[in-house]
């Protein structure tokens, strides 16, 4: 209701939800992750996201962010950059357990399993906080269901970077429900770009050079066997988009689905 305050002080705009920080972790000075209460009535579809802002102003500022959590899962999750005069990150970053966040009712998006045509093989390529909306589809049985492979590639320019990721197929892999299906279907592969790491490497040049594709011990990028989504800046968007076209596949929506699809994670 309009009478309802935030922990800015100010009211609770009407048409949105006013929901409650549960968990913070910081990652790097650059990435953090959080996790909060889900309105009951909340309904979404793995890959969709939704617009988030801060009870800081008369007016808030909402950006689009992923939801990283599954759709059976009681709270929500966020995985989200720090931009230092970021608009929303610059306060969203310093966020603590009780806080409230502002939550516009209705999801979107097209990272979903409904835009893509079945297939043998998913793959989800991600850079940065682009990994966020996969962290919810590779925790959706349904996924499973879809496809044999689940391929979650990861680049970052530094290793620690990739933390949020590692530790989410690790956890997934143990799980004592999840393991049944993501440890023998998913396979995550990480790369830095800025620093040493076991495997290096933009994934446009690893696409390109068949080293990925080596190094997974599956055929090169097929339009008869493998679907995929991606998820990043826009210079790799549109990159990764090019490599796709160039392999035959087509891009696909949620009313015409097709090989791939793309999504901006976008924040700042
Ligand atoms: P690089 O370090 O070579 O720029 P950012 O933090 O700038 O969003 O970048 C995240 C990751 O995405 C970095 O590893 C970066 O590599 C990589 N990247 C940036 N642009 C592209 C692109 N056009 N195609 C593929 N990867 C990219």
Not at 58 to 82: G, H, N, Q, T
Not at 205 to 212: A, C, I, R, T
């Amino acid at each position: 209701s309009a009478q309802e305050r935030g922990t800015g002080g100010f009211p609770v705009p009407d048409g949105v939800f006013a929901e409650t920080v549960t968990e913070v972790q910081h990652y790097t000075d650059r990435l953090f992750r959080f996790r909060m209460t889900r309105p009951q009535s909340f309904r979404f579809r793995s890959g969709e996201f939704v617009m988030i802002g801060l009870p800081n102003a008369e007016k808030p500022v909402y950006r689009a962010y992923s939801i990283a959590s599954p759709s059976w899962d009681e709270e929500l999750e966020f995985f989200s950059i720090k931009v230092p005069d970021g608009p929303l990150t610059e306060h969203l970053q310093k966020v603590q357990p009780g806080d409230t966040i502002l939550m516009r009712k209705k999801p979107t998006g097209t990272l979903v399993n409904d835009a893509l045509l079945p297939g043998k093989r998913l793959y989800m390529f991600s850079t940065g906080t682009g990994i966020a909306p996969f962290a919810s589809v590779i925790r959706d049985p349904e996924t499973y269901e879809k496809f044999e492979e689940l391929i979650l590639t990861h680049t970052c320019r530094q290793v620690d970077e990739l933390t949020y990721g590692k530790e989410l197929v690790a956890s997934l892999k143990q799980d004592a429900v999840f393991g049944e299906l993501a440890g023998p279907q998913l396979t995550l592969y990480s790369t830095t770009t800025r620093e040493e790491s076991e495997q290096m490497g933009r994934i446009t040049d690893l696409m390109e050079s068949g080293k990925l594709y080596q190094d997974l011990g599956v055929p090169p990028l097929n339009p008869d066997t493998d679907r995929v989504m991606i998820c990043g800046s826009m210079a790799m968007l549109k990159d990764v988009k090019e490599l796709c076209e160039k392999a035959g596949l087509n891009e696909g929506a949620n009313n015409n689905p097709a090989e791939f699809v793309v999504e901006r994670a976008f924040v700042g």
